[in-house]
Each structure stands twice: as C-alpha cells, then as structure tokens.
C-alpha cells in the first residue's frame, strides 16, 4: 500500500541542514494500525507529511497503491490526496464560518461531487461517528471531542484507503481521547489503513506496529 | 469544484469577515457611482445642447455677413469691409426650389413700454416664416402676418415674460406698445419658449422686419435663416446660397453659410470628449479601488493562511485555490459594481429633482464600461493574492 524507498528530506534551519528523513525505507500493508513514536524533531510530522503527499521528497521513491508520487504533477497529486488520504490534526482545523455538516463536505465540495450525494455522504458519515445531533453547529458549540469527530468524519468521508492522524487526542481530555481512539479503530477495523503520530506510550502501544524515529531515521 | 459552490463557498468567507467586505463593497462601488455620476453629467450637457440646437428647427442653413479665412498675398486695393446682407439677397434666395422657408433677421435693442411700464428688450425683425423656421408656438393671438418684406406693418408679437411683466393680468392683444418713436399693436404671445442658445425667447418683441428696418434704421441684415425641405439638399442648397451671394455681390464671397448640422456635431464631438474624459477620470477610483482589494486580500491570504492549508491538505489543487481567490475579488468587485450602479441611479434622480431641465442620464456604454473595469480591475489585482495563496507550501501553511 505505502512503500518509501531509500527517503530522504532535508530542511534548512539557518545555516544548518537538517535531515527531516534520512535514508528511509518502509512498508505499510493495507490494513495496518501502525503509531509513529520518537520525540520532537526525529521526523515524525516529516513521515507523515511525505505519505500525505503534503511535502516532497528531495531523494529516494514513495509508492502510494501502486503510483510513484514523486512523477506525478500537481494536481493529478492533489488528486490522489484527495481519494486516497484523510488528515486528522491535533488542533482539528475546522473552519468557524461553516457548520459542522459543511465542514465534513468541504473535501467532496473541492472534489465536485454533486450536492445531493454529498449530502448523503455527510448523513452516513455523521450517523457513523454519532453527530447527528450536531450536524448544524458551528465548531465554537461544540466540545473538544465532537470537534475531533467531526475532523474524523470529514477524514473518512471521502472514503479513503489511508487515515493520517497527527497527535489526535493531544488537544483532548483523557475521556474524549479515548473516544476518538476507539472512533479510530473502528474504521481500522473496517479495513482503512492506520498512521497515527503521537508522543504518548500507551496509545502507540494499541497499534498493531510502532515505528520508532530518531534523528530522521527509522530504528529497527 | 462547481461553480455554485465556489460562489457559495466565497459568499460564507465574505460574510464572515463582515467589516472587511463592506469596506471593500463601498470602495468598489463609490468607483463605479462616480463613473455614472460624472458620465451622466457629460452626457446630460451633450443633450441639453443638441436639444437646444434642435429647437432651432431642422435641416437649418444660417447666412451671415463676413467671411472667416486667413487669405495670403497682397492686401486689397478696395476696402475689404464685408457687404451687408440685404431684403433683396434674401428675396433672390427664396427663388431656390429647395428653400422651404426663409426668415431674414434684424435683432437690436429696444425700451418696450405701455401705460407706465417701460421694459429694455431684444427686438427681432422678421417675417411670418419665422414661426416655422424657429419652431415657435404661440399662447395668445397670432403670429406676424405674411406681408411682402419689405412692407413695414405696426404690428407686433411679444415674448412671454415680456408679455407677462407689462401688461400683469391686463389684456394684451390689440393694445398698443411703444417701442422708442414708433407704436405698434400686438397681435400674438410667443408660448413660454425659455432659453434658446443665448436668447431669452420670453423677453423678445417680434415685428415684420421693414419696420424694424425703420426703427433702428438700418438696411443690412443681421442673419438669413433657411430651412431647407430634405436633408440631402442641404449641401446644394448651401453652394446655392453662396454662388447666389457672390454673383450679387460683384464676384466676392463675402458670406459664411453654416448649416445647424455641422454646427451640431461639432457640438457633439466636443462634448462626447467631455463625457470620455469625465468617464476616465471616474475610473481612476475604480483603479484604487481595485488596489485596495489587493491590499486587503493579500492581508486575507496571511489572515487565513491555515485555511489554505487544509483546503490543500483536503485535496485542492493549486489552481483551485487560485480560483477560489479570484472569485473572492471578482464577486467583491461585482457586488461593488452593482451597489455602486443603484448608488449612481440614486444620484442621479436626486440631481434631477434640483435640475429638472438637465437630463441626467448615464450613457450605456459607461454602465457596461464601470462595471467590466470594476470586474477587470478586481481580477487584475486580485490575480497576485490569489497566486500567492496558491503557492503557499500546504505543511508550512498547516502550521500557520
């Protein structure tokens, strides 16, 4: 599903070079529930970037099902970021002006689906994840955990074959965390590929396979 | 991305930012206000004169004494004073088939009095085809009888005003005026004509023109007024009237013959200049307008850099970002165009309340030329914001 071949990415930071990814190779089988671990500035966000054709490797080959993204132009990219990929961020980035039902639509409206299925789509989503009540809030009404819901359910309303969540509790209490973590794992379950980045031993154990970074370099 | 979400889409992010937008909306639509505003002035002075010149009558030729040229060579051996026009040139163009009427013309100035009124007036001298050259009309009475013209009659026909201020509430016709010696009777009042080019046509006494020839006496003519029966005759007519007066007066051409047309359209040229000039210098506040949109949209883009992020990170291409942004300016500039077109209209009604002879009209051209450069200049400008906003790196935009 995701094979990254001998990766490389480095960033400058003043007059310093400094390797974002080192040399790495990976393989992700669809399907998998996989954390990435290490701490702040092993490459972590980097990782989870260059899978989620945000940012460009400077060496080496990246193959998402089956495509080498590195030849791909702009926009066939963004194309496939937008069937393939769904983004869960800590700090949920959900836009104030729209209500929580045209936040979860927003990546079917840039995809052009009509609005009829996109309505659709957004009711099965936000019956799945229990949103229903809160469809037509404004992120602002709603609580930490719900708003993380609805960041999940725009994630996955596109139906896609990788889920990227980026410290998805870390802006959440424990209980809410716990939530999200098993919304999470159920669309594991149902078969969606799993990256979650996070700091905190104990959900990185849940997964099925940690990856441990340091210094842009995967440890065995 | 369709259309309708993309307008739906930049109608929520406009009203989110709701001071923003309206400072924007106003700009653009004093821009487009003051287009219509000062066009419609150029445009209602160019009215208002072909208006007035049309009042003359139509396909008009004006005969007056004098030649206007720049001539080379040796001064005359004779005098060059032009020579006068008189009742026997006009009489020799009335043979002409193409002349439906002609008016000769004495104007000078007069007292006017009656009973103990007295009032200093324009005096024209004529004759009965007078009332159709000039299009008159009348309120009272008749106008000036169809006498031969060198046949002085002690008849007269007074202005409005005139008419007005002598006689108050009297009765006018049949009494008699005086005008300095002479005396005459007045048959008719000119309905209320106003201004005509210069001449107030209310404070004016109208009588056959030998009589006016005897009071001021004075044998030359001040103009020929011609109207000529079509249009397309009017330039053989015009080499007619010349070749007339320069056979009667020894070989010289020492009239000018300016036809009402030609004076029109010089008229409307220079006038429709005035209306372009007007137009342009009002369009130079819809180019600050439109950089005002860039200025505000590139604080947008920095304003609303993780948005773009997530657009991107959600699967935007750059290019629709790009039009995303675009669209913000272009409908901005828009909705700016048509308040500013309601404003203008506005204006426009106002200032015919308080000028109900001038109209106040914005030509079309200015309409469609306010709104395309609102359009254009919202698109221009807002072409660098928009790139700028395409380009952002989504991973540094997400952390923004």
Redesign the interface.
């Known amino acids: 599903m995701i094979e990254l071949k001998n990766a490389s990415r480095t960033f400058h930071v003043g007059d310093a070079l400094v390797h974002g990814l080192d040399d790495v190779t990976l393989h992700i089988a669809a399907g998998e529930y996989i954390s990435i671990m290490g701490p702040s500035g092993s490459g972590k966000s980097t990782l989870l ?1 260059i899978i ?1 054709i ?2 460009a490797l400077d060496s080496g080959e990246y193959i998402l099902d089956g495509k080498h993204v590195n030849s791909l132009n ?2 066939h990219q ?2 496939l ?3 393939k990929i769904g ?1 869960v ?1 800590q700090s949920f ?1 959900l ?4 209500t929580a039902a ?1 936040n979860i639509a ?2 079917l ?4 689906v009509d609005k009829k299925d996109r309505e659709q789509r957004v009711a099965e989503v936000v019956a799945a994840l229990d949103l229903t009540d809160r469809a037509h809030h404004r992120p602002d009404q709603l609580s930490g955990g719900q708003r993380q819901r609805v960041a999940i359910a ?1 994630a996955v309303v ?1 139906r896609p074959r990788v889920l990227l969540a980026d410290e998805p509790t870390g802006n959440l209490d424990f209980a809410s965390g716990m939530e999200v973590m098993k919304v999470l794992e159920d669309l594991n379950k149902q078969g969606i590929t799993l990256l979650m980045v996070t700091h905190d031993a104990n959900l990185g154990a849940r997964a099925q396979r940690t990856i441990r970074m340091l210094d842009g370099k995967v440890l065995a | 991305m369709k259309i309708t979400d993309i307008i739906h889409f930049v109608m929520q992010a406009l009203s989110g930012y709701r001071t923003r937008t309206f400072l924007l909306l106003l700009a653009m639509a004093i821009g487009v206000a003051s287009v219509v505003l000062l066009t419609s002035l150029g445009e209602g002075a160019r009215l208002y004169v072909t208006q007035q010149f049309s009042s003359l009558g139509t396909n008009l030729l004006i005969v007056l004494p004098g030649k206007n040229e720049t001539t080379g060579g040796a001064p005359p051996m004779m005098g060059a004073v032009p020579r006068d026009i008189t009742l026997d040139d006009a009489r020799a163009l009335q043979r002409n088939s193409y002349v439906r009427r002609l008016a000769p013309l004495i104007v000078g100035s007069a007292p006017v009095s009656w009973q103990s009124y007295e009032r200093e007036v324009t005096i024209l001298g004529s004759t009965a085809d007078l009332y159709g050259v000039r299009q008159l009309s009348l309120s009272q009475g008749q106008f000036l009888p169809p006498l031969e013209m060198d046949r002085a009659a002690p008849v007269c026909v007074l202005g409005y005003t005139l008419a007005d201020e002598l006689f108050r509430s009297h009765r006018v016709l049949g009494e008699w005026v005086r005008v300095n010696q002479y005396r005459c009777r007045v048959i008719g009042v000119l309905g209320d004509e106003g201004m005509s080019l210069g001449t107030d046509m209310g404070d004016v006494l109208i009588m056959p023109v030998a009589s006016a020839q005897a009071l001021f006496n004075a044998q030359s003519l001040f103009r020929i007024l011609i109207e000529v029966t079509q249009a397309e005759a009017m330039e053989r007519t015009q080499k007619f009237v010349i070749a007339t007066l320069r056979e009667r007066h020894d070989g010289e051409e020492d009239v000018t013959v300016i036809s009402q047309d030609a004076l029109l359209a010089t008229f409307d040229r220079i006038l429709g200049a005035l209306t372009y000039t007007l137009g342009g210098i009002a369009a130079i506040s819809l180019l600050v307008a439109g950089i005002m949109i860039m200025n505000v949209m590139l604080v947008a883009v920095a304003q609303r850099t993780s948005e773009i992020g997530l657009l991107k990170a959600l699967g935007a291409a750059r290019h629709q970002i790009l039009m995303l942004f675009l669209a913000e300016s272009a409908l901005l500039s828009l909705l700016g165009a048509m308040i500013g077109l309601a404003l203008g209209f506005l204006g426009n009604w106002v200032l015919q309340q308080y000028f109900p002879d001038f109209p106040f009209t914005a030509p079309v051209w200015a309409l469609w030329a306010a709104i395309i450069m609102a359009l254009m200049s919202g698109l221009i400008f807002g072409l660098m914001p928009a790139k700028r906003a395409a380009n952002l790196n989504p991973v540094v935009a997400l952390n923004g």
């Not at chain 1, 836009?95 to 729209?98: A, N």
């Open positions: 970037n989620g945000l940012d702009e926009s963004a194309q970021r937008r069937d983004f961020f980035h836009l104030p002006r729209l045209e927003l990546p409206t840039l995809a052009g725009r596109t």
